[in-house]
């Protein structure tokens, strides 16, 4: 089965879950304060915050749904998850900045063990 359903993996799903709710909520608290400081919506790393929390929110329903789509999901997330805290990391301008790279990098390591479930 390509789902979330795998054997021994629950653990590894609720982290992920838990993970993806968090960096979710760093990605958009992120936006309001990018945008809060003039940076335009449309901007890249706006709009790659943006997608990182859309993202996150849509794996979250995969991953409790036991979506066939799930393993994907947890694919991309690992994916952006290291492309945010980069990004995050390398533009850091305070605290918050900081945060989000740990949430962002935290949402990777969660999601990884998912990519090679059986």
């Not at 979330?4 to 709710?21: E, N, T």
């Not at 492309?83 to 990884?112: F, I, K, N």
Request: charged fraction near 25%.
């Amino acid at each position: 089965m390509l789902g979330a359903r795998v054997d021994g993996a629950r653990a590894d799903i609720s982290r992920c879950i838990a993970a993806s709710l968090q960096c979710q909520a760093s990605c958009e608290e992120g936006m309001a304060r990018m945008v809060a400081r003039g940076q335009p919506m449309g901007g890249e790393v706006v709009r790659l915050l943006r997608q990182c929390a859309e993202l996150c929110e849509l794996n979250v329903r995969a991953l409790q749904k036991e979506s066939r789509l799930a393993r994907r999901t947890a694919s991309l997330c690992f994916e952006l998850g290291n492309r945010v805290a980069r990004t995050a990391w390398l533009d850091a301008e305070d605290a918050d900045s900081y945060a989000l790279a740990r949430d962002a990098l935290q949402l990777a390591r969660a999601c990884r063990p998912l990519l090679f479930a059986h």
